[in-house]
């Protein structure tokens, strides 16, 4: 069947789940501790609300992706295409998404859980028509993101000496317009992209409403520029670890699993504050009638008014003592993320050496690095693929920053380089590298850009004229 789901699909469902719902703050209840699950009773029942109303939670996880986006994107992403192909830079989905826009969503999608796909499709085109007129006619290629929850089936294969993906399925959705007009239905839908031994195929299955199965209701064979049939799928794997049909550990499970453990702490915390957090008065040896007298004369709590008991009676107030035992719990679980990557939790004046600082810092950006070549890699494939259809063979890249630790040079450090780039034991190239890395000079400015700003025509200067 179309629907069959791949078993390590089906094993890491329940963790994408989870991670996208805490990351997006969605679907909270399912995730809180059930107060009594076996009373069924409106008691219990309107006590399991009121309890997850008072919760409060804190988006740890989602702000941590979030600005792991932020580290890698700090730096406008770098596209090269040919001019012909520059849609590809504002409208590479046919959707109006850029580039720019869609490599920030698939870099999300595998922070959070490790995995993401471009399908890379193109319209029949009759005759020989220029890469221009296929844009100009809006039937030029384009590259959609598909999350890993839409990646339901595949199968891989060696081909050659090649393991090459033989058939993969995706799961969308389509919309079908009410007669009216104005309403519509979401319609699910099942891609399959299929080689085969003549070629490259894909089909649409959509569920039949009578019989409940799915039938094909499209079927497409797309040949590349040169009329051929394609030798392999023109879909792209993105991971965490690497750009193939294995399904890679998803980075941000282990933080969600502990904000969740946080969230309900939370929730325990805010819930005895709430019950008994309020100062609670008392009077002993008090009776009925001592009781009425004081309603009577008007002497309430907090009321400014003098309160006199009866002699042998006593007045005071009870208060609980904090529920410190909810609260370490959470602190407990905000130092766990800080270990895993909530860097801005990080306790304000917290002394750490400049080593444990660094450790941290590569721990966390090798992960981030590596997700960064992916996706670069991922779309320079993607790009090939585009060029496969459309014709041609010039350069086409995309490149997303990599390097987020960015070192602290000193003044010696400075005086350092420079003397030795002066005394000949560095090439002006080098020197040039060096002050990018540290921020001092432009990233984008080129070798001759630089030798031309500073003076120097050549790559060493001449150690005979003075300096």
């Given at each position: 069947?179309?629907?069959?789901?791949h078993p390590k699909y089906k094993l890491n469902i329940p963790k994408w789940q989870l991670v996208d719902d805490i990351c997006e703050a969605k679907n909270l209840s399912k995730y809180l501790v059930k107060i009594n699950p076996h009373d069924a009773s409106m008691s219990a029942v309107q006590r399991r609300k009121q309890f997850f109303h008072r919760s409060v939670f804190?988006?740890?996880?989602?702000?941590?992706?979030?600005?792991?986006?932020?580290?890698?994107?700090?730096?406008?992403?770098?596209?090269?295409?040919?001019?012909?192909?520059?849609?590809?830079?504002?409208?590479?989905?046919?959707?109006?998404i850029s580039i720019y826009q869609q490599a920030q969503e698939v870099f999300k999608d595998v922070v959070r859980v490790?995995?993401?796909?471009?399908?890379?499709d193109?319209?029949?085109?009759?005759?020989?028509?220029?890469?221009?007129?296929?844009?100009?006619?809006?039937?030029?290629?384009?590259?959609?993101?598909?999350?890993?929850?839409?990646?339901?089936?595949?199968?891989?294969?060696?081909?050659?000496?090649?393991?090459?993906?033989?058939?993969?399925?995706?799961?969308?959705?389509?919309?079908?317009?009410?007669?009216?007009?104005?309403?519509?239905?979401?319609?699910?839908?099942?891609i399959e992209l299929r080689l085969e031994n003549d070629g490259y195929f894909q089909r649409e299955w959509r569920l039949n409403k009578d019989t409940d199965k799915y039938y094909i209701y499209s079927e497409?064979?797309?040949?590349?520029?040169?009329?051929?049939?394609?030798?392999?799928?023109?879909?792209?794997?993105?991971?965490?670890?690497?750009?193939?049909?294995?399904?890679?550990?998803?980075?941000m499970y282990d933080l969600a699993k502990i904000n969740v453990g946080h969230y309900n702490n939370s929730a325990?915390?805010?819930?005895s504050v709430f019950v008994i957090g309020q100062v609670q008065p008392w009077m002993s040896g008090i009776s009925g009638d001592t009781l009425e007298d004081l309603r009577n004369n008007g002497q309430f709590i907090g009321s400014g008014t003098l309160m006199g008991v009866p002699s042998g009676e006593k007045f005071d107030f009870a208060q609980a003592k904090p529920n410190s035992l909810a609260r370490e719990a959470m602190m407990d679980k905000v130092h766990?993320?800080?270990?895993?990557?909530?860097?801005?939790?990080?306790?304000?004046?917290?002394?750490?050496?400049?080593?444990?600082?660094?450790g941290e810092l590569m721990a966390q950006h090798s992960v981030l690095s590596l997700i960064s070549s992916n996706v670069s890699e991922a779309y320079n494939q993607a790009l090939g693929y585009v060029q496969l259809f459309m014709g041609g063979d010039e350069e086409a890249t995309l490149l997303i920053n990599r390097e987020f630790i960015r070192p602290n040079a000193t003044s010696q450090d400075i005086t350092a380089m420079v003397a030795s780039f002066l005394q000949g034991a560095?090439?002006?190239?080098?020197?040039?590298?060096?002050?990018?890395?540290?921020?001092?000079?432009?990233?984008?400015?080129?070798?001759?850009?630089?030798?031309?700003?500073?003076?120097?025509?050549?790559a060493m200067v001449d150690l005979d004229e003075e300096i």
């Open positions: 069947m179309i629907n069959f789901e804190y988006a740890i996880a989602g702000y941590t992706a979030q600005g792991f986006l932020g580290k890698a994107f700090s730096e406008p992403a770098k596209c090269i295409v040919p001019d012909d192909l520059d849609y590809i830079r504002y409208d590479i989905d046919g959707a109006g490790g995995r993401a796909g471009l399908l890379i193109f319209p029949s085109v009759d005759g020989d028509v220029s890469r221009q007129e296929m844009v100009n006619n809006e039937t030029a290629a384009t590259v959609t993101r598909f999350s890993a929850e839409q990646i339901v089936n595949w199968q891989v294969r060696k081909i050659g000496s090649k393991i090459k993906p033989v058939l993969i399925v995706l799961s969308s959705v389509e919309q079908e317009l009410h007669e009216d007009g104005f309403g519509f239905n979401e319609v699910p839908i099942f497409a064979v797309p040949l590349d520029s040169k009329g051929q049939r394609l030798t392999s799928i023109p879909f792209v794997f993105v991971g965490s670890e690497a750009n193939t049909a294995r399904v890679d550990f998803a980075p325990i915390y805010e819930d766990m993320m800080i270990g895993l990557g909530a860097m801005f939790l990080s306790p304000a004046g917290q002394a750490k050496t400049a080593t444990q600082v660094d560095l090439p002006l190239s080098d020197l040039l590298n060096w002050q990018q890395r540290h921020g001092l000079v432009d990233r984008d400015k080129t070798l001759e850009e630089y030798s031309e700003e500073i003076g120097v025509q050549d």
